[in-house]
């Protein structure tokens, strides 16, 4: 599934550079993008300080950062609503590996995907105000 994912999103993405179209709101990709950074360093520095295979340290982790599943899902479910096609992609492809980068059940795995994704966005937004004629 995950190697279908990423199919996806390359063709995707290739497409949306393609168009370089910037986004209709771009305040409101900069704070998702800002949210994702949060959501990895957040995400790095709780598998560094827990072991998912310790039930113990799964448990306290699991107490100590509760909400952070729920906010990296509604971040995803916001980045699916965004109206140009590559924007949307890319951040809720970051998204959905914030998901599993800020759970106390995975290893950690996930969080590697997320720059990624933020440089391909940062792409599409410079290349969206080059084709608008911004700079």
Request: with cysteine.
């Amino acid at each position: 599934m995950k190697t279908s994912w990423v199919v996806i999103t390359l063709l995707l993405t290739v497409t949306g550079l393609a168009k370089a179209v910037p986004p209709q709101n771009p305040e409101q990709v900069n704070a998702m993008i800002e949210e994702l950074k949060s959501l990895h360093q957040q995400g790095v520095e709780l598998h560094r300080d827990y072991d998912s295979e310790d039930p113990a340290q799964r448990k306290a982790c699991q107490a100590e950062h509760a909400g952070l599943g729920a906010q990296a899902t509604e971040l995803r479910n916001r980045a699916a609503k965004l109206p140009e096609l590559a924007y949307r992609v890319n951040l809720t492809m970051a998204a959905n590996d914030a998901v599993g980068c800020v759970s106390c059940t995975s290893d950690g795995g996930d969080c590697d995907a997320i720059p990624a994704a933020l440089k391909r966005v940062d792409r599409q937004m410079k290349a969206g105000t080059e084709a608008a004629g911004g700079d």
